[in-house]
């Protein structure tokens, strides 16, 4: 079973900054890496596929990269609505798992 | 428009079973499979299991095999997830996603979560 290791855990800053966002997978999964957003009290949101891809509907603040082990989700400028919890899934290797999760919290 | 509905919060006693419907509109039923995912209080996702809508295929997490069971009913477009022996851990949330594989194992790759249920609470209690 591929593990995928998410960092931070807790991200902390402030409407308007950058955020970065990593997760790591313990083999290659090639880009078969996606990005989901959660929301308390919501379903999770299809933010990324293909590690790079933006699902429909999703704000062009939002971007994927990476390739084999290492991914990013970088956000370019954090709006009020974005702090919540990120999880990566790859979907290379069955079964398919998650990160643990990064939360963007506010400063 | 896509949409997946499932039933209602749920307060189970340890050891009791439990099942869960997911309603699916918007598509053609037996084309797509279903994602079962989970989330329990203060803690992440975990993938519960999948189905396939064609065939009745699933898998299951191996954590959770010989208690979970995934079934389908096509002439209503309703996916079913019943797991037995109810412990205070599976008190959590669970969710339904619409899948793009129609198959699982070691060539059945790629696809996301696109469409998703809107949650059942599943509280167990002792």
């Known amino acids: 079973e591929i593990v995928l290791t998410q960092s931070p855990a807790t991200l902390s800053l402030s409407p308007g900054e950058g955020a970065t966002l990593t997760c790591r997978a313990s083999h290659s999964i090639n880009s078969y890496l996606l990005w989901y957003q959660h929301k308390p009290g919501q379903a999770p949101r299809l933010l990324i596929y293909d590690a790079s891809y933006r699902a429909a509907g999703v704000p062009d603040r939002f971007s994927g990269s990476g390739s084999g082990t290492d991914f990013t989700l970088t956000i370019s400028s954090l709006e009020p609505e974005d702090f919540t919890v990120y999880y990566c899934q790859q979907r290379r290797s069955w079964p398919p798992t998650f990160g643990g999760g990064t939360k963007v919290e506010i400063k | 428009q896509v949409q997946l509905v499932q039933s209602g919060a749920e307060v189970k006693k340890a050891g009791a079973s439990l099942r869960v419907s997911c309603k699916a509109s918007?598509?053609?039923?037996?084309?797509?499979?279903l994602t079962w995912v989970r989330q329990a209080p203060g803690q992440g996702l975990e993938w519960v299991g999948w189905i396939s809508a064609y065939d009745g295929s699933t898998s299951y997490a191996q954590q959770l095999q010989g208690r979970v069971t995934m079934t389908t009913d096509t002439s209503t477009s309703t996916a079913y997830m019943e797991l037995s022996g109810l412990r205070s851990d599976d008190t959590a949330v669970y969710y339904c996603?619409?899948?793009?594989?129609?198959?699982?194992?070691?060539?059945?790759?790629?696809?996301?979560?696109?469409?998703w249920g809107q949650g059942s609470l599943v509280t167990v209690s002792s």
């Open positions: 996603a619409r899948d793009p594989l129609l198959c699982s194992g070691p060539s059945c790759y790629g696809g996301s979560l696109e469409y």
């Open positions: 918007g598509y053609t039923f037996s084309t797509y499979g």
